[in-house]
């Protein structure tokens, strides 16, 4: 057991059941609130946005609306976002939405302060690696998605479509100041959603425990959290008016934020970002899902970290758990309870032919989670495992 590690987040969290009335009662960080939210019509259908702008106002802060961020968030918009952000003269940003709105956050107040483009900043594949050299506008996030664990940390995960890039950018000072977590905004997630976050947010805490940075405090969060997600994602994926799966599945999700600050996700997520950046209609949590149990068989078959695996088997359930396959069994069951277990590589369009393509892409643009991998993970053992994932 690895005693060793460095934490520090500033981030004021406020998480529970109607946390989100507390947004007017907070001292604003600014007197004008860029509100980031997706370019879907489910914050404005539901009331969310309404209610984030009566608070905003009760607290006294003016704001305006930027409506473009997407699943996958592209370059072009960040910069679209901060330019809009510059031009109204915000001086903070409350990002409501799921992941892709609170990471699209993180670039927005990084360039909304900074010259140039988003890729002068990024630090891998073809971005040119320059500092930021102004602290961003500060950030207010307000979760409506259990899946990242975005909403405890500075950074994002964004796409250039000109290069097929997806990569990870941020730094700790672009860390929200605040945080809502409210359960109570993620009833309407739609069952299919609800799965593909959950099951991100569960990935992000089981490669933290299999990382060789992996610690005892990030082992205890961790295990916590898969046990929370593993007992009641199938209930929040059958109804998602079940308010207390709700409350444990975002539990599971915003402590993920904690285990990625202590530890740090593997080369899972890594492969993922490589089908998603030439795959642009992926869902991150599918091309988890899609890849899975094959990056899980390719450790197992390594013996490199076969008591976490028996230890996170234990937490999805599985009280007898000796083996290492043991966890496979317990994800496939998961799979097979929320719905998910019939996805396809092939119905996102991808061919069989693009195993070292994505496996050399996935390396270029986050070699880092593969030095953080519990064994070597080559180019070869990587396509390997996007063959054996193939349908």
């Known amino acids: 057991m690895n005693m060793n590690f460095n934490f520090i987040n500033p981030t004021k969290l406020y998480f529970g059941r109607g946390s989100m009335d507390k947004l007017s009662s907070l001292p604003m960080p600014g007197k004008k609130a860029l509100v980031l ?9 539901n009331g969310y946005l309404d209610r984030t702008l009566q608070q905003l106002n009760i607290a006294g802060a003016d ?9 996958n968030p592209i370059r072009e918009v960040i910069m679209e976002g901060a330019s809009f952000a510059k031009e109204n003269n915000c001086d903070f940003i409350v990002a409501l939405g799921g992941g892709a709105v609170i990471d699209a956050s993180a670039a927005i107040s990084a360039m909304a302060t ?23 506008i500060p950030i207010i996030a ?38 809502i977590v409210d359960p109570e905004l993620m009833r309407t997630i739609p069952p299919k959603y609800t799965a593909y976050q959950g099951f991100d947010a569960l990935f992000h805490n089981t490669e933290a425990l299999m990382s060789k940075n992996s610690n005892v405090l990030n082992e205890a969060i961790a295990l916590s959290a898969i046990e929370n ?13 079940d308010i207390e ?17 202590l530890s740090s996700t593997i080369a899972q997520h890594s492969m993922e970002h490589a089908m998603s950046a030439h795959h642009h209609n992926l869902p991150h949590g599918a091309g988890l899902i899609l890849i899975s149990k094959a990056f899980a068989e390719f450790f197992i078959e390594k013996h490199a970290c076969d008591e976490q695996f028996i230890k996170m088997a234990k937490a999805m359930g599985v009280e007898n758990a000796c083996k290492a396959e043991d966890f496979v069994k317990a994800l496939v069951k998961l799979q097979e309870d929320c719905g998910v277990a019939d996805l396809k590589m092939s119905d996102f369009g991808f061919l069989p032919g693009e195993s070292m393509e994505l496996a050399k892409s996935a390396r270029s643009m986050e070699d880092g989670h593969f030095d953080a ?4 993970l080559t180019d070869e053992d990587c396509a390997k495992i996007f063959e054996k994932s193939y349908r």
């Open 245 to 261: 799966a709700r409350e444990h599945v975002a539990y599971g999700s915003t402590m993920a934020g904690f285990t990625m600050h």
């Open 142 to 179: 307000i979760a409506t998605t259990s899946g990242t664990g975005s909403e405890l940390n500075g950074y994002g995960v964004f796409s250039n479509l000109e290069t097929k890039e997806k990569v990870g950018f941020g730094n700790p000072g672009l860390t929200p100041v605040f945080t």
């Open 37 to 45: 939210i997706s370019n879907g019509k489910s914050t404005r259908k």
């Open 373 to 376: 991998c519990p064994c070597q």
């Open 114 to 136: 900074n010259d140039g483009d988003l890729w002068d900043y990024v630090s891998v594949g073809t971005g040119k690696g320059k500092s930021l050299k102004n602290k961003g």
């Open 63 to 71: 704001s305006v609306i930027f409506d473009k961020i997407m699943e």
């Open 229 to 241: 997600i593993a007992k009641y994602l199938p209930r929040a994926v059958k109804d998602g008016n």
